[in-house]
């Protein structure tokens, strides 16, 4: 059994995501609160596996609340909010999910279904589930990207190749394309110790794609992803993909 427990400062919006998870059978909601000092009280002595934290709540910000949370057992974290601004520091924090206010019930069970493939990370054999903790790495392994009327958690893994687009980047994965804001070299610096080579000052592939490396003229190479895709490998960076 999964303990949830929900904080945020409207009564209607705990109302709401209590009813939704009673159709979660293995969910259940240990307590709730409208304020994080009484959120942090009750945290403490219930220790969920999962919280459904607003950003906006009076005494502590939600990232207040989880800042405090990782002094003892960490739950797991969906983020509720109206503001779409605060959906990559969330991520950042590691949040399982983040879902914008009014909450549609088929997004609710996304984010659930989320916690429970993390708690199984995390469960011993045999057990029911366990408290999660936040594995924190230097290297980018997950990218916030916006899907229309909400964000999606990218692995790096998934993606196929990124291209520079002025002070943004294109992830290419899936068949389709996401733009982030971040730069080149920032992106770079952040894949490093994956399998992501730069290819071209505007181009970085994942190596795990590739299928040939065939020359072409004036001395650069092409790249050929194993969708199809053909990239150009710039003499500048030919030592990322080939031997001296």
Same mark, same amino acid.
């Given at each position: 059994?999964?303990?949830?427990?929900?904080?945020?400062?409207?009564?209607?919006?705990?109302?709401?995501?209590?009813?939704?998870?009673?159709?979660?059978?293995?969910?259940?909601?240990?307590? +709730?609160?409208?304020? %994080?000092?009484?959120?942090?009280?009750?945290?403490?002595?219930?220790? $969920?596996? &999962?919280?459904? #934290?607003? *950003?906006?709540?009076?005494?502590?910000?939600?990232?207040?609340?989880?800042?405090?949370?990782?002094?003892?057992?960490?739950?797991?974290?969906?983020?509720?909010?109206?503001?779409?601004?605060?959906?990559?520091?969330?991520?950042?924090?590691?949040?399982?999910?983040?879902?914008?206010?009014?909450?549609?019930?088929?997004?609710?069970?996304?984010?659930?279904?989320?916690?429970?493939?993390?708690?199984?990370? +995390?469960?011993?054999? %045999?057990?029911?589930?366990?408290?999660?903790?936040?594995?924190?790495? $230097?290297? &980018?392994?997950? #990218?916030? *990207?916006?899907?229309?009327?909400?964000?999606?958690?990218?692995?790096?893994?998934?993606?196929?190749?990124?291209?520079?687009?002025?002070?943004?980047?294109?992830?290419?994965?899936?068949?389709?394309?996401?733009?982030?804001?971040?730069?080149?070299?920032?992106?770079?610096?952040?894949?490093?110790?994956?399998?992501?080579?730069?290819?071209?000052?505007?181009?970085?592939?994942?190596?795990?794609?590739?299928? +040939?490396?065939?020359?072409?003229?004036?001395?650069?190479?092409?790249?050929?992803?194993?969708?199809?895709?053909?990239?150009? #490998?710039?003499?500048?960076?030919?030592?990322?993909?080939?031997?001296?």
């Amino acid at each position: 059994m999964i303990t949830a427990f929900i904080v945020d400062d409207e009564k209607l919006a705990r109302e709401g995501i209590r009813l939704m998870l009673k159709k979660e059978v293995d969910v259940d909601v240990v307590g +709730e609160a409208a304020d %994080g000092p009484s959120a942090m009280k009750s945290i403490s002595k219930t220790t $969920p596996d &999962l919280l459904f #934290l607003d *950003v906006k709540v009076p005494g502590l910000d939600g990232f207040e609340i989880l800042d405090r949370c990782q002094r003892g057992p960490t739950p797991l974290v969906i983020f509720t909010t109206a503001y779409e601004k605060y959906a990559v520091k969330a991520f950042e924090a590691h949040a399982v999910d983040y879902l914008l206010k009014p909450i549609r019930a088929q997004r609710l069970r996304e984010a659930v279904q989320r916690a429970r493939v993390e708690l199984a990370k +995390e469960s011993p054999p %045999g057990s029911d589930s366990a408290p999660a903790t936040f594995s924190k790495s $230097p290297t &980018l392994r997950r #990218l916030v *990207v916006r899907d229309r009327d909400r964000y999606l958690l990218l692995k790096a893994t998934e993606v196929d190749w990124i291209q520079s687009a002025a002070n943004y980047v294109q992830l290419h994965a899936h068949g389709r394309c996401y733009l982030v804001r971040m730069t080149m070299n920032e992106i770079e610096t952040q894949l490093e110790g994956l399998s992501f080579a730069r290819i071209h000052r505007s181009t970085i592939v994942n190596i795990d794609r590739l299928t +040939e490396i065939r020359p072409s003229p004036h001395g650069d190479f092409q790249v050929v992803l194993d969708n199809g895709t053909t990239l150009r #490998l710039s003499r500048a960076y030919r030592d990322h993909l080939l031997p001296r």
